[in-house]
């Protein structure tokens, strides 16, 4: 994978804010989830391609695991099984989380587009480095997420094979694991194949959000700091400065609707699994600390942190999200533009008020002290 989308900002070479979704969508399109054009010649392959995918980690999946207990249950020990149901809870979460993605994944594109119309102002007064940043560390949080859902994957199918089960117990058709070494790594190839893609669809539902969340919260600083800004440079024209107030306008309607687009894909997701990962952590946990092997006691600790990570980022930048809006609020409000009275000058030098009253009375009070003191009053008589 490229690192080209990690770099730091150089001079002449930023990049905008739709690439921080780069790595996202090459792996949404590794699993099946965006498809070529339909003229394009492996249109129909690719559909086929996705739909074994997706079939046998969104639906299969969630079915074998529970069909297995049922069919096998004498065949697992305390520790094989908590492995597999605090699993099967999430995967039976992640079907559910399918079904409400996959018909609006059409609005990724849809909010790249906003998110060009949003760079435009931003670039032009000299912010393409704070967006290349951003889009540098959304791709760095993916690879954080890659690497802690990959190493749970990885060190759970290790485990199965060190300690002769498969990795998650899930039901195989006409594939009994027990009868043979050969039929033991069939069918855990066919889990771990399974495994794998399930967990990459859970990671991918998981990190958008948080990428979704951080480019709105660069966008409303962004936004608040050319509010600040406004009536604030003196060799602006009052049109000038006015033409600049109707953009930040139009800026706030378009953040508006980029977070009115996302909410499908955010809201619904995070709510099912709000319902699963309570019980999934703490099948987890009762698992790690009472049964787990050396083996499968790592693999269930990364399951634990990669349960923590799928809900608790977004939820921390929804609530910085909150407290942006509360700034934008106060940038308004303290603006120049809110914060001008309605001021009469007399003479264009005195503004007409009480103060500027009661200083012409002092004065003619001095008036009165100065004539006392010269004696002026004395010589005139």
Sequence with gaps: MSVEYLRPPSLGDL???????????????????????????????????????????????PFGFFLSYFVNFSGFTPGDFLTSIQVAFNSACLGVKLIL???????FEQLKQLLDILDRPCIQEGAGEVIH????????????????????????????????STPWGIYIPFVD????????????????????AAVIMDQFIDVYPVIFGIILRTHMKL???????????????????????VNCIKDHKNILQFSND???????????????IGLSLGLAMVN????????????????????????????????????????LTHAIFHSDWTQQPIVFIAGGIFPICMRTNIEMAKLAFS???????????????
């Design 262 to 276: 996302i909410r499908p894909l955010v809201t619904g997701p995070i709510f099912a699994q709000f319902l699963s």
């Design 133 to 164: 940043r951003c889009v540098a560390r959304c791709n760095f949080i993916y690879m954080v997420y890659q690497t802690a859902y990959t190493s749970y994957t990885v060190l759970t199918c290790a485990s199965s094979f060190l300690t002769g």
């Design 15 to 61: 990049r905008p804010s739709r690439d921080a979704f780069t790595y996202v969508e090459k792996g949404m399109r590794f699993i099946g989830w965006m498809p070529p054009s339909r003229d394009h010649p492996k249109y129909w392959s690719y559909c086929a391609y996705a739909f074994l995918v997706t079939g046998l980690a969104g639906a299969y999946m």
């Design 288 to 327: 790690l600390m009472f049964f787990s092997t050396i083996w499968t006691g790592m693999a269930t600790f990364v399951f634990i942190m990669v349960l923590m990570i799928e809900t608790f980022p977004f939820c921390f930048i929804s609530e910085l999200i909150a407290d942006d809006c509360i700034d």
């Design 101 to 107: 993605i996959l018909p609006n994944l059409w609005r």
């Design 367 to 381: 008036v009165v002290t100065i004539v006392k003191q010269m004696n002026i009053v004395e010589k005139l008589k």
């Design 177 to 196: 694991s027990h009868s043979s070494k050969q039929a033991f790594l069939i069918a855990a190839c066919i889990e771990s194949f399974m495994g794998a």
């Design 223 to 245: 936004l608040i700091a050319r509010v600040e800004r406004l009536r604030r440079g003196q060799s602006q024209s009052d049109d000038e400065e006015y033409a600049k107030l």
